[in-house]
């Protein structure tokens, strides 16, 4: 009995549960020898049944998530192990291509090739698109390298940013990816006639467009105030301030496209 009580120490279940278990296995002395032996049997079998879900549950926990945006926004949850163990879309664009596409239980890099060569994902990859990974873990700086050296990816052009759980969940609350709320965060800090709605309706290329136009416009605008030595405490103004109704009359003329 002390080598079942010793067995029990690594079992993932209640101290309630092992008590009853061994309590019972005691009781079971008074009986034949065959007889005793086939309960053993049985209940080995139900502490293996507890020790698979238990290694199910630790396989399928995420550790780390990648945000890929395009248009199609797509959430991977990766498991310690490096696999991808949920797919999660946040747009239409997003769910349509997760309908045909299965990405469970693949390597995260091989996930990321078999999306990005598929034909659903392929009509939203064109010279002038812009991918963008954003991950979040502990090993970011690992898998972010893993993303640029893949060959795939590095025919498009692509960004890659970090973020945190505390942005995953209030990005989750507006129903968006955290990368594409990452960047729309960037947008309104620059631009605060930006909303959040604008960015539902705007690709992740029309974010980064205008991130771009309003980086050029400080710039040009702080070295116009350098030259002139002006003090005369008027704010820049605001540089996308058509950002959201550009983002929403396109995606209306084009469907979604680019």
Not at 143 to 163: C, G
């Amino acid at each position: 009995m002390n080598v079942i009580q010793e067995s029990m120490k690594e079992i993932q279940a209640s101290e309630e549960l092992k008590a009853h278990t061994l309590q019972y296995l005691k009781t079971q002395k008074s009986y034949p020898r065959p007889y005793r032996m086939w309960r053993y049997a049985a209940v080995a079998v139900c502490l293996l049944l507890f020790l698979a879900a238990g290694g199910y549950r630790f396989y399928s926990r995420p550790v780390s998530y990648i945000s890929i945006d395009v248009n199609p926004s797509i959430e991977l949850g990766v498991n310690r192990f490096g696999r991808v163990v949920s797919a999660d879309a946040y747009n239409t664009d997003g769910q349509n291509i997760l309908d045909h596409v299965k990405l469970r239980n693949l390597a995260y890099v091989q996930a990321i090739d078999k999306l990005m060569k598929s034909e659903d994902y392929a009509v939203f990859l064109t010279e002038d698109s812009h991918l963008v990974f954003t991950v979040i873990s502990d090993n970011s700086d690992v898998i972010l390298k893993e993303i640029n050296a893949d060959a795939l990816a590095q025919k498009y052009q692509v960004t890659t940013y970090t973020s945190d759980l505390a942005c995953r969940q209030e990005a989750h609350q507006h129903g968006m990816s955290f990368g594409k709320y990452r960047a729309c965060q960037e947008l309104t800090q620059y631009d605060e006639s930006v909303t959040i709605e604008d960015c539902h309706g705007m690709t992740m290329g029309e974010i980064c467009d205008n991130i771009r136009s309003c980086q050029r416009y400080r710039h040009g605008r702080k070295k116009q105030d350098d030259a002139e030595n002006n003090d005369s405490g008027q704010g820049d103004g605001q540089c996308g301030g058509n950002a959201g109704h550009h983002g929403r009359h396109h995606r209306n003329r084009h469907g979604g496209g680019y």
